[in-house]
């Protein structure tokens, strides 16, 4: 499905994942490069402290509220449409 399928909100949302395939990015070449690890805690500690140091100037997502509302409306098994029952509902 395009991307401009969706609606202007859904949009932005999917284009903000950039900031992420970044980070993953970034994080992969670090591993790459320095090849092999003593143990899993080194190669825990090294990507703590390149997250840590990214400096990526990370921001909450505009919009998100309708987006949201938009995903929750596309989409049924989008956790916001999950709907809780009423007080008439929960008596039967």
């Not at 100037?57 to 309708?66: F, H, N, Q």
Request: aromatic share 12%; proline share 7%; hydrophobic share 45%.
């Amino acid at each position: 499905m395009p991307l401009f399928a969706f609606a202007p909100g859904i949009c932005k949302m999917i284009y903000t994942t950039n900031a992420v395939e970044a980070l993953h990015r970034s994080l992969r070449k670090l591993i790459k490069t320095r090849g092999s690890f003593p143990n899993d805690d080194a190669a825990l500690k090294l990507l703590y402290l390149a997250i840590k140091n990214a400096g990526l100037p990370w921001r909450r997502a505009v919009e998100w509220t309708a987006a949201m509302s938009q995903f929750a409306t596309r989409f049924e098994r989008f956790p916001g449409t999950r709907r809780w029952p009423t007080a008439s509902q929960q008596r039967q």
